[in-house]
């Protein structure tokens, strides 16, 4: 079963502006981590943000996390068309025998980054 | 370097047949997960190994799925008697830390 929700489900923005896609989760969790899946392709690590960390960067993206309200965002900035895909956030709340982590996706955000 | 690549990319099998789908891990990643993305969803985890060994397969869906890692590297997903349920992306990963993993591009199966 999904752990949470992104939302919007779906976004639609023009070349050079933000977009904030959100992700809700359901169970207390060791890590968030965001993907991002283009069409046809395989997922693609963004970033991780550790539970007790609140904010982190990497380059145009910018991703928060509230343990308290179980959420977290990722905003690009300066869009570019390039960055049209799905958007995943995944949570490791369950660390498996051996150390290795279970990861559990969210729904899923597709953007879509018009010229 | 190579990353984690899956064979075949698209099967079409008919409805009863078994499947077998094939994984690649990157060289030296001790840990592969296989995951099930059904159209429109995020993955859902199926099982895990380290090396040679199934530690997790908890997210098997039935008994008709089960995988191997004989040799700690390639790995199969084999599917027996398919259902149209099975029709989905499976997806493998690799990981050498605790954290990131590398994903494959994935097996699109279509089961008619």
């Known amino acids: 079963s999904q752990q949470g929700e992104e939302d919007p489900q779906a976004l639609s923005i023009q070349e050079g502006e933000n977009a904030t896609m959100n992700c809700s989760y359901k169970?207390?969790?060791?890590?968030l981590q965001w993907y991002r899946q283009n069409s046809g392709r395989g997922l693609v690590h963004l970033i991780l943000i550790r539970s007790n960390e609140r904010e982190k960067h990497s380059g145009r993206l910018r991703v928060t996390l509230d343990t308290s309200k179980k959420s977290s965002s990722l905003l690009i900035t300066a869009s570019r068309a390039a960055d049209t895909a799905s958007y995943f956030c995944a949570t490791d709340a369950v660390i498996l025998t051996g150390g290795g982590n279970k990861l559990t996706f969210g729904t899923g955000t597709q953007l879509k980054v018009e010229l | 370097g190579a990353g984690v690549s899956q064979s075949p990319r698209y099967k079409v099998a008919k409805r009863g047949q078994d499947v077998a789908l094939r994984c690649d891990p990157i060289s030296g990643h001790v840990s592969l997960f296989w995951y099930q993305q059904a159209l429109g969803q995020g993955p859902e985890f199926l099982t895990y190994f380290q090396n040679e060994a199934q530690l997790d397969k908890s997210g098997l869906p039935s008994d008709r799925f089960f995988a191997e890692r004989p040799e700690g590297s390639v790995s199969t997903l084999k599917i027996q008697r398919t259902q149209q349920e099975d029709s989905a992306v499976y997806l493998c990963?690799?990981?050498?830390?605790?954290?990131?993993?590398?994903f494959g591009p994935g097996t699109r199966l279509t089961v008619t």
């Open positions: 169970t207390s969790i060791n890590n």
């Open positions: 990963a690799s990981s050498r830390t605790t954290y990131e993993q590398y």
